[in-house]
């Protein structure tokens, strides 16, 4: 009889260590919001970005979260992060919508599945120095809204190729020994939601995948289909000391990016009396790289990264003899102190790119030279409250261009509608300081 109570005993207490072991989905609201003032003195302070100080709303995100947990381990989530863009408009048209909508399955055994609009591993397995970066987020932040870039220089933050949070498939597989592999799938890199399904062209925003560095009008740059990320990240920690490191690669098949493509140069706009010879009749498939690599002890931590774009997503030489240039490298290191509620942090971003190659013209002169940039960022950031932040930066950059790439640039349709001011070289400095809220 005895036996009988112990085997009772212990089916009822078994059943209710699974019933409080699954958990069905519960919802999380969290988010964020930034508040910034920042000027900047530059050499070149046309196009509306003279004076200040500027003040600023700055990203402003909230992010809905139903997470559940199935007996045998299994978690599921959805999450939806709605953004702000006070005064003005995001891709969709309006002034709030959803950067991020998705859901995602994880296991110890077999790994992470996610799928829906979210980045991929190009963005969540690496650390580079751009990482390690508070304040406003530098080069990726408010800074680069207040200063004239120079025409051609890219960004130095994305690979080019990435596709940003474009509708995709993600795979993680569990870490072993300290590495892990990640795989992401995109299908077309300007389709997010409840686009057009029809693969055979862009959206008319043609948004994700899109350095405006090579192409500044997005409508017609080049996009790409069946896009793959594959990265691998090693992670070790070494108690007084630990290590990240990390590789990442991107391929896909690129289209051109507009129906009128035989009337467009370079620039992603057209001039038919100027550019006839520059008809372009395909591109070049992006074929991008990225390595990261950081270390930390203490209160210390370094890191540096690599891009490497190689030719990826630029028109393949016609028989005029043009050369599509490349589409440009940039590497960054920096390190990061922490001590108390303080963050200060140091980094140096460098991005080079070689130009096309063109003939002159009565408009603009040969062209043939490199699109350059140099920024020296340093941020401090103080943790006052539980959730509530205040920050600086100071950015000191120099940029320039061939002399006959800015007025090539500057005889396309999107700077001749805009009024838009070619920017040959600009330098000079600017700060940033504002307040974040989490919770």
Request: glycine share 12%.
């Amino acid at each position: 009889m005895s036996k009988k109570f112990a085997f009772v005993a212990t089916a009822i207490l078994s059943s209710c260590l699974v019933a409080e072991s699954a958990q069905a989905p519960t919802l999380q609201i969290n988010g964020f919001t930034a508040m910034v003032a920042g000027g900047a003195s530059q050499q070149n302070n046309l196009n509306g970005k003279g004076g200040g100080p500027h003040l600023a709303i700055g990203a402003s995100n909230i992010f809905f979260t139903a997470k559940g947990k199935s007996a045998d381990g299994l978690q599921y989530k959805y999450r939806g992060a709605m953004e702000s863009y006070p005064g003005g408009k995001s891709t969709s048209g309006s002034p709030i919508y959803f950067t991020q909508n998705y859901i995602e399955f994880l296991h110890d055994s077999w790994g992470i599945f996610q799928v829906g609009n979210l980045t991929g591993p190009e963005d969540t397995m690496t650390e580079s120095g751009f990482n390690l970066l508070g304040g406003a987020l530098t080069i990726d932040g408010t800074f680069p809204n207040m200063v004239n870039t120079s025409e051609g220089v890219i960004s130095g933050v994305q690979m080019y190729g990435q596709t940003s949070k474009a509708t995709k498939m993600v795979y993680y597989t569990p870490t072993f020994a300290g590495f892990q592999v990640g795989l992401a799938f995109t299908p077309n890199t300007t389709r997010y939601g409840m686009a057009s399904l029809d693969n055979s062209g862009a959206s008319p925003d043609n948004t994700y995948g899109h350095e405006s560095g090579i192409y500044p009008s997005k409508g017609t740059a080049p996009y790409g289909m069946n896009n793959v990320s594959l990265g691998v990240n090693y992670k070790a920690d070494f108690k007084t000391w630990n290590m990240a490191l990390a590789a990442i690669y991107i391929q896909e098949n690129t289209k051109r990016g507009s129906p009128k493509w035989g009337e467009e140069n370079v620039s992603g706009a057209y001039d038919d009396s100027q550019l006839e010879f520059l008809k372009i009749k395909s591109v070049r498939s992006a074929r991008s790289n990225q390595f990261t690599a950081a270390v930390g002890f203490d209160q210390w931590r370094f890191a540096s990264g690599l891009i490497l774009n190689g030719q990826s997503r630029l028109p393949k030489t016609n028989t005029y003899g043009y050369r599509s240039g490349d589409a440009g490298k940039a590497w960054n290191v920096a390190g990061q102190y922490t001590v108390g509620a303080y963050q200060f942090a140091v980094g140096y971003f460098t991005t080079s790119r070689t130009l096309p190659k063109l003939p002159g013209t009565a408009n603009y002169g040969a062209v043939n030279g490199k699109a350059k940039s140099d920024v020296v960022s340093a941020t401090i950031d103080f943790n006052a409250l539980q959730g509530l932040k205040f920050f600086g930066e100071v950015d000191l950059f120099k940029m320039s261009t061939d002399k006959s790439y800015a007025k090539f640039v500057g005889t396309t349709k999107k700077y001749k509608n805009d009024s838009k001011a070619v920017t040959p070289s600009n330098s000079g400095a600017a700060v940033v300081v504002g307040t974040k809220l989490s919770f």
